[in-house]
């Protein structure tokens, strides 16, 4: 549960990175392109990945500390897209992968206790 909050969090900040106008953008992928020419589209969307999360936070570590913990992976996130994003290190194909290991030890750890 903990990485899809992150995963979702994740792309609202993408989301959100590319609606920027201070930022330097990419244009690599076709789904870049369509962030940067939807910007009100994609705002919402990122708002709405972000609201998710807060939700899923909420229900699954509870009111103050999901709340909390929304907020510093907020800020972690965004600190880490704003870094590294242009330097091009972050990759879409990447990003997928270590959802999916990610995804496989958190479950992995779940269901062997």
Do not use: D
Not at 13 to 40: D, G, I, P, R
Not at 44 to 53: E, R
Not at 89 to 108: D, G, M, P, Q, W
């Amino acid at each position: 549960m903990i990485t899809s909050i992150i995963f979702l969090m994740t792309l609202g900040c993408f989301f959100w990175l590319n609606t920027s106008k201070k930022a330097m953008l990419n244009t690599n992928t076709v789904l870049e392109q369509w962030f940067q020419s939807h910007l009100k589209l994609s705002k919402i969307i990122g708002s709405v990945l972000y609201v998710i999360a807060l939700f899923l936070c909420t229900r699954y570590l509870g009111n103050t500390s999901g709340l909390l913990f929304w907020l510093i992976s907020l800020m972690t996130l965004l600190s880490l897209v704003i870094m590294i994003n242009p330097i091009k290190l972050i990759n879409y194909k990447y990003l997928f992968v270590a959802f999916i290991i990610s995804l496989t030890v958190e479950l992995i750890t779940i269901y062997a206790s």
